[in-house]
């Protein structure tokens, strides 16, 4: 089984519904990412939540909100999608071990927003 | 400016050709990742390094800190390896410790 999840992996929606995607994991990590990848512009952060009861906003966080349910669930939600945000949305999670880290990304959700 | 920098942006190859791709960075780091990411989109985790050299099978990852400069080399390449290779780094500054940065990626096409 896959140690970071991610549901729906592909979402079709009309402008102004709201849809949240959501992330699961068992490697036990406290640090959770959501991202999204555009093309020709890389991964960039939306939120990062480094324990249940912290959230954090990244580079592009406008339009979006997060909720950590629980150390293992982090699920990221558009109140009123709109079609820039149409993108392909990664999940991570992380250790920080002696000041350095590694990422572990979920397969990816792939949103389109008509 | 974009803090990570990668290039070439786009690299096609022959199979059994030698790969190297190149990451310039223009912030103090705590460590460097090369990450792969399929045609599926999936994203994994190649390297992580803070000096040195670190090589796995036909994949070798270098970084020079001073230069603030890493390189990753495919030997012997195959179509298997065609992906997009992403650089990113882990900033010293800021509250957001552990946070990454990403370069934009280096798609590499191998043909038989």
């Known amino acids: 089984d896959a140690d970071v999840t991610q549901t729906p992996r592909n979402r079709i929606t009309k402008t102004g519904k709201r849809i949240m995607l959501e992330c699961s994991q068992t490697?036990?990590?406290?640090?959770m990412y959501w991202y999204r990848q555009d093309p020709g512009l890389g991964l960039r952060l939306i939120y990062y939540?480094?324990?249940?009861?912290?959230?954090n906003k990244g580079e592009i966080s406008d339009g979006y909100s997060v909720s950590r349910q629980a150390q293992a669930k982090f699920s990221l939600s558009l109140e009123s999608a709109i079609p820039n945000q149409t993108a392909l949305y990664f999940c991570a999670t992380s250790e920080l071990a002696r000041g350095q880290e590694t990422q572990y990304f979920g397969p990816g959700t792939r949103l389109l927003v008509l | 400016k974009n803090e990570v920098e990668q290039s070439p942006q786009n690299l096609t190859a022959q199979e059994g050709e030698f790969i190297t791709i190149n990451c310039s960075y223009s912030?103090?780091?705590?460590?460097l990742h090369w990450l792969q990411q399929h045609p599926g989109g999936g994203i994994v985790s190649l390297f992580m390094l803070s000096s040195g050299k670190k090589k796995h099978g036909r994949l070798i990852a270098t970084i020079n800190i001073q230069e603030k400069h890493s390189s990753l080399h495919i030997t012997a390449s195959h179509p298997r390896d065609s992906a997009v290779y992403i650089c990113?780094?882990?900033?010293?500054?800021?509250?957001?410790?552990?946070?990454?940065?990403f370069g934009k990626g280096t798609k590499l096409s191998v043909k038989p």
């Open positions: 912030v103090g780091i705590s460590a």
């Open positions: 990113a780094v882990n900033p010293l500054y800021g509250g957001s410790q552990g946070n990454l940065i």
């Open positions: 490697k036990g990590h406290d640090r």
């Open positions: 939540s480094f324990d249940v009861k912290d959230i």
